[in-house]
């Protein structure tokens, strides 16, 4: 396969940092890597398997640096997909705007203008994420959506470095038995709930941004074992909502009490229409004050 090399600019400030550390704490082993310098996935594209290279940006870079390794004909795809792991659409003046002048948030962003929100390469595979996801670390929900791939996934015909393998496809886990404990070595309900994603998607469920995204979470919300902390995440990395909020996630409401002194609205709503970007921003300060 051919490999080329292509800039895809964006609106500066990008925080390399943040988003770097963000993407290496949810590594999928086989799919993808991350060292300092590089981000490489697998990508499904339409003429086949391919791999990317994100190149981390440099500060005051105002393009992303990208490798592609794939067929000729998959090059606006596979960069339509680096710019969405990488959230290059994104408008910091407009965040900043939205947001800088909160009573405690707004010191993080305007400190911190470039943080972004990454999003994703495939949304079934967010969705697969959130809801692997589910009360359990990340560490725990990386190392069970990584043996999930190298299970069922596709293998490349030739390992790339540590990548050795396709994110599974729906019609691939939706063949899995939801009672196989060793393939799905999770809880029952969390099975089924995978499975039942699994088949929705395989029959159409379009988490590509093909539905409205009020749409695509309603029936998500349908599906067994499926709640709203899973549909909020799906909307902010997979549907590319800038208004989503996990909140009821441990880490985020932690670090917003911490900043608020106080508790706070478990929806956000005191961040609309930016909540995806103050939930970002609310991880990043939990981040940096674990290390």
Known sequence: MPLTTVALPFTPPLDGDAMWDYLAAR???????????????????????????????????????????????????????AGRIADLGADPAAIVAGLGEHPWLGPLVRARPGVRAPGQADGFEIAVRAVLGQQVSLAAACTHTSRLARAIGTPLAAPSGALTHMFPTPAQLARVDPDDGETLAMPAGRRRALIALARAADDGLDLDGGLDADEAERRLLALPGIGPWTTQYVRMRALGDPDAYCGTDLVLRRAAERLAGATVDPIGTEFSPWRTYAAHHLWRYAQLEAT
């Open 27 to 81: 590594i999928i082993a086989g799919v993808e890597e991350i060292d300092a310098h590089t981000y490489r996935r697998t990508l499904a594209l339409p003429h086949g398997p391919g791999v990317i290279t994100i190149a981390r940006p440099a500060p005051g870079a105002s393009s992303l640096s990208l490798e592609v390794c794939a067929h000729a004909g998959d090059l606006d795809a596979a960069a339509a997909a």
